[in-house]
């Protein structure tokens, strides 16, 4: 396949979705409709220079689903270094470049359950495909783990309970890592085997998808595997 060229974007909007993490919305401003994605796939962001040249890039993955909009993308980005830092002051009208789509950490064919596993900003692809495959006709069963040091730095939260409060094919279970509010009435703690298997009865009927830092892929394929998931054919993986 053609790799996708590299196209001028404009910036509709940046707003603050969680402590350290912001939201950017980005649509086509070269005439041309925008590109056709599959939820989990990510685009290179490119920013600017004053004279329109490339400063710099960096992956991100897509985080709205097809179906939300059929102009825009929106990007979840965590505050990091020198280039997030940077993406955060972008303002509604910037110039950005955007190369994509890329990646195959896609939602697989034909599974009956989807275990997603998410670390912090990990949840960024899964956000994506936690809309299309509740949208899907007949929709699959999806269990999501993720896990944040505090409610405040977990982006989606309240999306995501409105998605299981409405979808009862949706399981959300939040984890709070940090501080966790008095009336918290999620789970506490890192996502092991004993949370696990708490809300996984049958893994040997589901297909597993893990993204977060490396750390954090290494650990869940490490306790999956001693939950006896078959990590080698059933656990698709996504690394930021
Ligand atoms: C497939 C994939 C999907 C991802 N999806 C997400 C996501 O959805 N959300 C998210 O938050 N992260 C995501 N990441 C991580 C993301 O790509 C970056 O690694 C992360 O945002 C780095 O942030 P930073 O500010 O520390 O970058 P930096 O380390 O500051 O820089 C990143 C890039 O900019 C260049 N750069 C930095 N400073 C300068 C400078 N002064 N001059 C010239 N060039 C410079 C670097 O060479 C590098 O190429 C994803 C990564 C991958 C691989």
Same mark, same amino acid.
């Not at 993406?87 to 190369?99: E, F, P, S, T």
């Given at each position: +396949?053609?790799?996708?060229?590299?196209?001028?974007? @404009?910036?509709?909007?940046?707003?603050?979705?969680?402590?350290?993490?912001?939201?950017?919305?980005? *649509?086509?401003?070269?005439?041309?409709?925008?590109?056709?994605?599959?939820?989990?796939?990510?685009?290179?962001?490119?920013?600017?220079?004053?004279?329109?040249?490339?400063?710099? /890039?960096?992956?991100?993955?897509?985080?709205?689903?097809?179906?939300?909009?059929?102009?825009?993308?929106?990007?979840?980005?965590?505050? @990091?270094?020198?280039?997030?830092?940077?993406?955060?002051?972008?303002?509604?009208?910037? *110039?950005?470049?955007? &190369?994509?789509?890329?990646? /195959?950490?896609?939602?697989?064919?034909?599974?009956?359950?989807?275990?997603?596993?998410?670390?912090?900003?990990?949840?960024?692809?899964?956000?994506?495909?936690?809309?299309?495959?509740?949208?899907? &006709?007949?929709?699959?069963?999806?269990?999501?783990?993720?896990?944040?040091?505090?409610?405040?730095? +977990?982006?989606?939260?309240?999306?995501? +309970? @409105?998605?299981?409060?409405?979808?009862?094919?949706? /399981?959300?279970?939040?984890?709070?890592?940090?501080?966790?509010?008095?009336?918290?009435?999620?789970?506490?703690?890192?996502?092991?085997?004993?949370?696990?298997?708490?809300?996984?009865?049958?893994?040997?009927?589901?297909?597993?998808?893990?993204?977060?830092? @490396?750390?954090?892929? &290494?650990? +869940?394929?490490?306790?999956?595997? /001693?939950?006896?998931?078959?990590?080698?054919?059933?656990?698709?993986?996504?690394?930021?």
């Amino acid at each position: +396949m053609e790799t996708p060229s590299m196209r001028d974007f @404009r910036v509709v909007n940046s707003f603050k979705l969680a402590d350290g993490i912001f939201e950017l919305a980005l *649509a086509p401003a070269d005439q041309v409709p925008l590109f056709a994605f599959t939820p989990g796939q990510f685009v290179m962001l490119h920013l600017l220079n004053a004279d329109g040249s490339v400063w710099a /890039k960096s992956a991100y993955s897509i985080s709205s689903a097809p179906a939300d909009s059929s102009e825009t993308i929106k990007l979840a980005i965590k505050i @990091r270094g020198e280039f997030t830092q940077r993406a955060q002051q972008l303002k509604a009208g910037d *110039a950005v470049k955007v &190369q994509g789509p890329f990646g /195959k950490f896609i939602l697989p064919k034909q599974a009956s359950h989807l275990v997603m596993l998410a670390g912090g900003i990990g949840i960024a692809p899964f956000r994506s495909m936690i809309r299309a495959a509740l949208d899907a &006709q007949p929709a699959c069963q999806v269990t999501l783990f993720y896990s944040c040091k505090t409610l405040e730095s +977990m982006a989606y939260y309240d999306e995501l +309970m @409105r998605l299981g409060a409405y979808h009862p094919e949706f /399981k959300p279970v939040c984890s709070l890592t940090g501080y966790a509010p008095q009336d918290w009435t999620g789970e506490t703690g890192r996502i092991g085997a004993q949370l696990f298997q708490k809300h996984v009865s049958e893994p040997a009927n589901a297909t597993f998808l893990v993204c977060g830092s @490396r750390e954090f892929v &290494q650990d +869940m394929a490490d306790m999956l595997k /001693k939950s006896g998931v078959d990590i080698e054919h059933n656990l698709f993986k996504e690394m930021f």
